[in-house]
């Protein structure tokens, strides 16, 4: 198991990307703070059966991109188990659609606050934790359209965008400390993220140029989050991986 003994908090767990990442960690070994928006029973009875086959802890947090306070009383109380932290995966963000003129600047606000403000802010309080061990590893999960910019997605685009020189930055600033810092760049991936903000037309064009001829599937990108997160990826960091079938 890739990742026997350590520690690790994910954002985002209860779909998607971040549900196939909390699967595939707890697979392997790992112990999890999952952060989710609200904290349900569906949530609940999902980390029950994760903990029930593979033999591990489970801390559902609730963590709310889109209250700084919110934010903050959710680092705090994963620091409050005083349990050395090995591993962050950011993954949880929001997206909109709608062309450059269309988009109004609370738009942008609000989408930087939840997919760059808030993560900055939530990785600085569970950074207080990684620090002392001087290991570990941070990963951002950003997006091909911080690369590319897609039409219609100028805030989304932005915002992951940000995320993606962050991240860079501070593998420069932690490298010092043994911590990693590396962004996953998914393209189009079979979520309900996708489903609902992508019309079918759009996602069977992308598909046409797409080498591998598909869109990515969930485990796909959880994958290489938990690649960039073990010792087989000591020394990859300020790296950007693009998870997108030959976009």
Same mark, same amino acid.
Request: proline letters at 2%; one cysteine or more; charged letters at 25%.
């Given at each position: 198991? =890739?990742?026997?003994?350590?520690?690790?908090? #994910? $954002?985002?767990?209860?779909?998607? #990307?971040?549900?196939? !990442?909390?699967?595939?960690?707890?697979?392997?070994?790992?112990? #999890?703070?999952?952060?989710?928006?609200? #904290?349900?029973?569906?949530?609940?009875? =999902?980390?029950?059966?994760?903990?029930?086959?593979?033999?591990?802890?489970?801390?559902?947090?609730?963590?709310?991109?889109? +209250?700084? /306070?919110?934010?903050?009383?959710?680092?705090?109380?994963?620091?409050?188990?005083?349990?050395?932290?090995?591993?962050?995966?950011?993954?949880?963000?929001?997206?909109?659609?709608?062309?450059?003129?269309?988009?109004?600047?609370?738009?942008?606000k609000e989408l930087f606050e939840i997919n760059?403000?808030?993560?900055?802010?939530?990785?600085? $309080?569970?950074?207080?934790?990684?620090?002392? $061990?001087?290991?570990?590893?941070?990963?951002?999960?950003?997006?091909?359209?911080?690369?590319?910019?897609?039409?219609?997605?100028?805030?989304?685009?932005?915002?992951?965008?940000?995320?993606?020189?962050?991240?860079?930055?501070?593998?420069?600033?932690?490298?010092?400390?043994?911590?990693?810092?590396?962004?996953?760049?998914?393209?189009?991936?079979? $979520? +309900?993220?996708?489903?609902?903000?992508?019309?079918?037309?759009? !996602?069977? /064009?992308?598909?046409?140029?797409?080498? =591998?001829?598909?869109?990515?599937?969930?485990?796909?990108?959880?994958?290489?989050? =938990?690649?960039?997160?073990?010792?087989?990826? +000591?020394? !990859?960091?300020?790296?950007?991986?693009?998870?997108?079938?030959?976009?």
């Amino acid at each position: 198991m =890739l990742l026997a003994g350590k520690i690790a908090v #994910i $954002t985002g767990c209860n779909r998607g #990307i971040g549900k196939a !990442i909390l699967e595939k960690f707890s697979e392997n070994g790992a112990n #999890i703070f999952a952060c989710v928006r609200k #904290i349900d029973d569906d949530f609940l009875s =999902l980390i029950k059966k994760i903990q029930k086959e593979n033999n591990n802890e489970i801390f559902p947090i609730e963590l709310d991109l889109s +209250d700084k /306070e919110n934010v903050k009383e959710a680092g705090k109380k994963i620091l409050s188990y005083e349990k050395d932290i090995d591993i962050l995966i950011n993954n949880a963000g929001s997206i909109s659609t709608s062309l450059f003129q269309m988009t109004s600047v609370d738009k942008y606000k609000e989408l930087f606050e939840i997919n760059f403000y808030s993560q900055i802010l939530f990785t600085q $309080t569970i950074l207080k934790s990684i620090m002392k $061990t001087k290991r570990g590893n941070i990963v951002f999960i950003s997006s091909s359209s911080g690369i590319d910019g897609n039409e219609g997605r100028s805030a989304y685009s932005s915002s992951k965008a940000a995320i993606i020189a962050q991240s860079k930055v501070l593998s420069r600033e932690l490298g010092r400390y043994n911590i990693k810092v590396n962004t996953v760049a998914p393209g189009l991936t079979n $979520t +309900d993220m996708m489903k609902k903000n992508t019309p079918d037309k759009i !996602i069977n /064009e992308v598909v046409s140029q797409i080498s =591998l001829n598909r869109v990515g599937e969930p485990n796909e990108i959880a994958n290489v989050a =938990l690649f960039l997160s073990s010792s087989l990826s +000591d020394y !990859i960091t300020g790296q950007v991986i693009r998870v997108d079938g030959g976009m």
